[in-house]
Structures are given as structure tokens and as C-alpha cells.
């Protein structure tokens, strides 16, 4: 387990972070497509082997258990072939993790609500990381992007 992963934003605080593959394939077996972004929520992708995680939109049902938030755009293998497949992984600490455009205003000391892209809003699907529940401590706009701060134990 890695434990130097620096920082994206200052508002963040990573306290464990950990090196996960991202699958080329989504669960449903189309080759290519899993895509994931940057400060998203990502689950066990296990139809790909150990230690391969990726956002819902590659999984045939919505995730309740996510590993944690990927801290950097994972292209898919179809447009960057060559590009070496790891994601790092925050799994502890205070995370940035991106809203959704179109959802409404996340209430704080809420349960983390995600979507398929793996973005955070108001009505998705509440999830859990190694058995504990990441609450919604902050509403956070970087650069005109909003993004909420979510505490892990």
C-alpha cells in the first residue's frame, strides 16, 4: 500500500491511497470502453481479476462497496492503448470527489450518494467503503468545478 500519493487540491487530505489496475473491458464483456475520471468513486471490479477497480458505468448493476476515490483520468484502452492501466487510489482520509452537474445541492453530514460515472449527487446509489459509511463534510467549487469533501475513515 502506497501512502505518498500527494494532494490534487489543497482542500484535500489523502491519509492511505493504494495502486489498483483499471480493466480495459466492462463487465457485460464490451472490449476497450472502461474510462474512468478524475476524483471519482471506484468499486472492485472482480469479473477482471484481483485488485482491478473501475467506476459503475463498467458494471452491469450500480456498486454499493467502492475501494475509494481514483485521483487521476484513466483514458480508455481503446483511445491510449499503450497507456499503463494503474489508478491511484485514495481509500482514507478527507477526498475530493466531483458532483454531478445536473444534481442537486448535497446535504452535509449525508451519507455519499454516487452515480454510474462514480461522480457524487443528491439521489444516487449510497455506498460504503470497508464496512463504514464516508459522510459529505463540505461543498467545495475549485475553478468553477463543484466537487464535495467527503470524510473516510
Known amino acids: 500500500m502506497a501512502t505518498n500519493a500527494g494532494p490534487v ?4 487530505y489523502i491519509r492511505y491511497a493504494e ?11 464490451v472490449i476497450g470502453t472502461v474510462e474512468i475520471g478524475e476524483l471519482r468513486a471506484v468499486s472492485y471490479a472482480t469479473w477482471a481479476g484481483p485488485n482491478y477497480a473501475a467506476a459503475g458505468d463498467a458494471f452491469s448493476a450500480p456498486p454499493t462497496t467502492i475501494v475509494g476515490i481514483n485521483q487521476a483520468y484513466m483514458p480508455t484502452a481503446l483511445a491510449q492503448p499503450y497507456t499503463a492501466r494503474q489508478l ?4 482514507s482520509g478527507l477526498l475530493l470527489i466531483e458532483v454531478d452537474p445536473a444534481s442537486a445541492a448535497i446535504a452535509l453530514a449525508s451519507q455519499l450518494e454516487i452515480n454510474l460515472l462514480g ?3 443528491a439521489t444516487g446509489t449510497a ?3 470497508d464496512g463504514t459509511t464516508p459522510l459529505v463534510r463540505e461543498n467545495v467549487d475549485i475553478g468553477g468545478r463543484n466537487l464535495v469533501l467527503v470524510s473516510f475513515a
Not at 487540491?9 to 484535500?12: D, K, L, S
Not at 495502486?19 to 464483456?29: F, K, L, M, R, S
Open 119 to 121: 461522480q457524487a449527487t
Open 88 to 91: 491511484t487510489v485514495a481509500t
Open 19 to 29: 495502486t489498483w489496475e483499471a480493466p480495459t473491458d466492462t463487465q457485460a464483456g
Open 9 to 12: 487540491y489543497g482542500r484535500q
Open 127 to 129: 455506498v460504503t467503503i
